[in-house]
């Protein structure tokens, strides 16, 4: 999500600048490093993988959509709305 974030950080007005960039790049580096082994692109990834990437995007968005149209507000307000919102979203899909 952080290179996501830093890719489209402009649509937001704000800059990264170039040692934020390496900073992303060597984060993004770690991770791989950590995770390749356990990468498999059998044919069962393909609904998880899905999934993941939908979850990223909507996280990014909703991230960038905060930070450009709601850029000053209670925390605590914004969490409930947040997590009510998830929950809408979550409950049907976790009921037997």
Do not use: C, N, S
């Not at 934020?20 to 990834?45: C, F, P, R, T």
């Amino acid at each position: 999500q952080p290179v996501l974030i830093a890719a489209l950080a402009p649509w937001v007005g704000e800059r990264v600048a170039p040692r934020q960039w390496l900073g992303v790049a060597l984060g993004l580096a770690g991770v791989i490093l950590v995770i390749w082994h356990k990468l498999a692109l059998d044919a069962g990834v393909g609904a998880p993988l899905l999934m993941a990437v939908a979850a990223l995007l909507a996280i990014t968005g909703g991230t960038l959509y905060q930070k450009r149209f709601v850029p000053h507000f209670d925390l605590r307000t914004g969490q409930v709305v947040q997590f009510a919102a998830a929950l809408a979203v979550t409950a049907p899909a976790a009921w037997p």
